[in-house]
């Protein structure tokens, strides 16, 4: 994952009436919500529902360009889950596009299980 790649990505996407773009960069921490010790992730999306989302997402109003990029496979504490990234006319639109954004791509499409060794 290339963060400046994605973000010019965005951009052109986006056009010249874009004036935010924001960006969510979901990484493996080192422990669980919980507090147990977690060492790695196994990351597995679901692509058909990620598109969906996206699509949906790309037709609020305000929002020029909505783009998502997810690491399958192992991963270990300090590596990128996902970069989630839109770009819109304004921050109130952006800003409440991501969270529920976000949120459905959590719940929907990818699935993570933690490890401790």
């Known amino acids: 994952m290339d ?10 996407r986006a056009g010249g009436d874009a004036g935010m773009v924001l960006i969510h960069d979901g990484i493996v921490r080192n422990s669980s919500r919980d507090g147990r010790p977690v060492k790695s992730i ?16 790309r037709k609020l109003p305000g929002i020029m360009a909505a783009e998502a990029e997810i690491q399958e496979g192992r991963l270990c504490v300090g590596e990128d889950i996902m ?35």
């Open 83 to 117: 970069l989630l990234g839109l770009a819109g006319s304004t921050r109130e639109y952006v800003i409440t596009a991501l969270a529920s954004t976000l949120d459905r791509i959590k719940k929907d499409v990818t699935i993570k299980q933690e490890f401790s060794s």
């Open 42 to 57: 196994e990351v597995k999306a679901d692509w058909g529902k990620l598109s969906r989302i996206l699509a949906d997402t």
């Open 3 to 12: 963060l400046i790649e994605f973000v010019a990505k965005l951009k052109k």
